[in-house]
């Protein structure tokens, strides 16, 4: 049996998604190592912060592999955020002005450039 292309890019792309979830999560893991002695060598803010994150990939890694291979269980939910979209009404572009720059003002202006510097990290945000 033979794939079609459309069915060969997808086990690509969530290989690519697992792999910059797993990038990010190892730079993470680099910046809270070594910050205190809670658990191992991790501070208690950094490794709540680097656990919490490794649990919001895991989620962005179930929800990539529900939207790639079980695209019909989305339907609902996507329907709800195009309402949810449309009620927003001019506000939106307020809130989209705001997701595109708060990670330029972060990377950019504050501290937290310096500290998440490594590529993965920053792809992932954005």
């Known amino acids: 049996m ?3 292309k459309k069915d060969m890019n997808i086990p690509i792309l969530f290989g690519v998604t ?3 979830l797993y990038a990010a999560s190892a730079e993470l893991y680099q910046i809270a190592w070594g ?3 809670w658990l191992g060598q991790f501070s208690l803010r950094w490794g709540s912060m680097f656990f919490a994150f490794v ?3 895991l989620l962005l890694l179930v929800i990539a592999w529900t939207a790639l291979w079980k695209r019909q269980k989305l339907l609902r939910t996507m329907s ?8 927003l009404g ?3 572009w ?4 705001l997701i595109l720059g708060l990670p330029v003002w972060l990377f950019q202006y504050t501290l937290w450039g310096i500290v998440f510097s490594g590529p ?3 792809l992932l945000v954005w």
């Not at 709800?80 to 009620?87: Q, S, T």
């Not at 307020?94 to 002005?97: E, Q, T, W």
Request: hydrophobic share 60%.
């Open 2 to 4: 033979q794939m079609k």
């Open 18 to 20: 697992l792999w910059l």
């Open 35 to 37: 910050t205190g002695a």
């Open 55 to 57: 649990a919001f990939c």
């Open 80 to 87: 709800r955020l195009f309402i949810l979209r449309g009620r």
């Open 90 to 92: 001019s506000f939106r």
């Open 94 to 97: 307020v809130l989209a002005a």
């Open 120 to 122: 993965f990290f920053r």
